[in-house]
């Protein structure tokens, strides 16, 4: 008898997981799009101070249709400088780090003759 309690109780924890676990990853997205809150996940390769993540925010706020955003801010010094920011599946990348690889592209595609001849 104490057996089957147990199990009931355990199979109830897990069904309360799953219905949490659900509205995580399914409602509170959709929730969040409903009432116009994004969340931008912004990386820059300095710790940004107060001012600069506030002029981010105000500048995301004017080009969006969102009311407020859920920020999230991380450093990787790989982006040598400039941020790269994250909202949903659009992504602008400032950053050095493609900005030289996009070069590095493009000069990779010059004719060797024409840099010789100037051209």
């Not at 799953?18 to 116009?36: A, D, G, Q, S, T």
């Amino acid at each position: 008898m104490m057996r089957k309690r147990k199990i009931i109780g355990i199979i109830g924890l897990v069904l309360i997981l799953v219905i949490v676990l659900f509205y995580v990853v399914r409602i509170r997205p959709m929730v969040k799009e409903y009432k116009k809150i994004g969340t931008v996940h912004v990386t820059s390769a300095m710790e940004l101070s107060k001012e600069q993540k506030e002029q981010v925010e105000k500048k995301l706020l004017e080009t969006t249709n969102y009311v407020s955003f859920e920020m999230h801010y991380e450093v990787d010094t790989a982006l040598i400088g400039g941020m790269v920011i994250r909202m949903g599946d659009r992504v602008v990348d400032s950053s050095i780090r493609t900005k030289l690889y996009n070069l590095s592209k493009e000069l990779y595609h010059i004719p060797i003759g024409m840099v010789e001849s100037g051209q």
